[in-house]
């Protein structure tokens, strides 16, 4: 059974630990995710853009494909099945889908009016149906926007407007990047953080662009407030990487290596321990029932 991320990411601020949110691409990917946060007892968010939810055929099959899995595989740790930055649009088609949570990122909207005026439906939707929201303000820097060496920074008192809107959980910038970090990135700002989290109490804070920032800032970011860590880039990486090392030890040309059972086996493989990896940097080991 699919859960909303609420209590999760409740108990994961009390608790003083991180969730991770993992990006899914296809079946295999949400079974290598699975794989990871049952092995060591987390619960886990599995998230999907519109893009990847394209490339699966539609939300709904990325749900269903989700779903089926926790459910032949017996997972027993809570798994939330999230929307990550969805549009307007994209929210009603997702909560038509089943999904268990849902990000409405306004942060692209014409104005901060029409963030709120539009977070505050959704949100006002998503409870009547126990669906969790999650709401953006500002923007998290990227490839998207032009490539910066630093990334944006939330106003607080926007994310405190938006918070008192009864969302669940916030995307605020903090100087995080979607994407591959920059050699000469400032780094996260932790008084941004602090000055968010004295406005906005034990909202569960969520870190995007989780992929490369040094692990112990990540620990710092969780300890001052940031309950979701989303990691998409990271797996993509580590699955690319050991797809090409399989090939370029010239594997996938022995045997019947050229099954794709085989020759996709090391990448998602790959995906599996790095998981793990993270899982235990974020401290949500264990914590399946917490
Ligand atoms: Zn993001």
Redesign the pocket.
């Known amino acids: 059974m699919l859960v909303n991320a609420t209590a999760m990411l409740q108990a994961a601020v009390k608790g003083h630990y991180g969730i991770a949110a993992f990006n899914t691409n296809d079946l295999e990917w949400t079974r290598s995710i699975l794989t990871a946060a049952e092995e060591l007892q987390s619960p886990v968010i599995i998230q999907c853009t519109r893009g990847a939810a394209n490339w699966q055929q539609g939300f709904k099959v990325v749900k269903d494909i989700v779903e089926d899995l926790v459910d032949y595989m017996k997972i027993t740790v809570p798994v939330a099945m999230h929307l990550?930055?969805g549009t307007y649009e994209d929210c009603f088609e997702a909560i038509d889908a089943g999904f268990t949570s849902i990000m409405y990122d306004g942060s692209h909207e014409p104005t901060f009016d029409i963030n709120m005026e539009r977070t505050a439906e959704i949100v006002k939707l998503c409870h009547s149906k126990g669906i969790s929201v999650e709401a953006e303000v500002g923007g998290?820097g990227g490839v998207e926007d032009g490539v910066a060496s630093n990334g944006e920074l939330a106003d607080p008192e926007e994310c405190k407007a938006i918070a008192d809107l009864g969302v669940d959980f916030l995307?605020c910038g903090i100087g995080n990047i979607?994407g591959l970090y920059p050699e000469d990135w400032a780094g996260l700002s932790m008084d941004r953080l602090a000055e968010i989290k004295a406005l906005t109490g034990d909202l569960p804070l969520v870190l995007?662009?989780g992929t490369g920032i040094p692990t112990a800032m990540v620990q710092e970011a969780i300890t001052n407030g940031v309950a979701k860590i989303?990691v998409n880039t990271d797996l993509q990486v580590v699955m690319a990487k050991a797809t090409r090392a399989f090939i370029e030890s010239g594997k996938d040309l022995e045997g019947k290596n050229y099954d794709p059972r085989k020759l996709l086996k090391p990448g998602f493989d790959a995906i599996v321990d790095r998981a793990k990896e993270l899982i235990v940097d974020f401290g949500s080991d264990g914590k399946g029932w917490a």
């Open positions: 990550d930055h998290i995307a979607h995007h662009g989303n």
